[in-house]
């Protein structure tokens, strides 16, 4: 079975460029996260979507930050402007409903702004 | 609130040497518990989980956890510590609620000398 996949899997791009990160779940799974990962501040959430509905996002960092679900299969990160600090690898993962569900998580996106 | 802490940020063992990586939860409700390991380039796969059926827990590549409430611990062994295990591992905790917030810890490296 597929797992889940993220695209692309590197980025590097200029300081006030868009970047839009993509992610595909697992298929059945119906909860989908955000992370952000980095050696300073580890593994952050960023936002959970259940059924294609954002449920929490408060760990987005700020209004430059946006993530949709359009469709159970396909979800996207955006950051626009993006910034240096922004500078992470980005995972994507997706799970079955229910607390006792273990994540999936894809390979991630390195993403580099210079 | 949940919470996890790991003890150590980088474990050194050698070759065949027992691995014991160390992991406390704080939790206001029954927990579900999660180890994860996490090589390079790569996002986090699930090692094994505690879903209250059974205290000590067994996992893939002879990982095996022990769910202790009086300790409030769930540490990860294995007896022998093989090259390829060399890697990152998380604990995490997720409350029964049916928000599926999962807390990570911040991780833990570990070394394998030869």
């Known amino acids: 079975d597929a797992g889940v996949i993220q695209s692309p899997r590197h980025e590097v791009t200029e300081m006030g460029q868009e970047v839009t990160l993509r992610c595909k779940p697992i298929?059945?799974?119906?909860?989908l996260f955000w992370y952000r990962q980095t050696m300073m501040r580890g593994l952050e959430l960023l936002i959970y979507f259940n059924n294609n509905v954002p449920i929490d996002d408060s760990g987005m960092p700020e209004d430059r930050f946006s993530a949709k679900m359009p469709n159970a299969s396909f979800s996207t990160l955006k950051i626009q402007p993006s910034e240096p600090r922004d500078s992470a690898v980005y995972f994507c993962?997706?799970?079955?409903?229910?607390?006792?569900?273990?994540?999936?998580f894809g390979d991630g996106t390195r993403l580099s702004i210079l | 609130a949940q919470s996890v802490t790991q003890l150590g940020s980088h474990v050194s063992v050698s070759e065949g040497a027992l691995v014991l990586l160390r992991c406390n939860y704080s939790s206001s409700v029954p927990p579900y518990l999660f180890w994860y390991v996490q090589y390079p380039n790569q996002g986090l796969q699930l090692l094994l989980k505690y879903t209250s059926a059974a205290t000590l827990v067994k996992g893939i590549n002879g990982f095996e956890a022990e769910f202790k409430k009086s300790e409030t611990s769930f540490h990860l062994t294995k007896p022998s510590a093989h090259m390829s295990d060399a890697a990152e591992y998380f604990c995490a905790v997720s409350e029964s609620g049916g928000y599926q917030k999962v807390t990570f810890g911040t991780g833990t490296k570990l070394q394998v000398i030869p």
């Open positions: 298929s059945g799974h119906n909860s």
């Open positions: 993962a997706s799970s079955l409903g229910g607390d006792n569900q273990p994540q999936h």
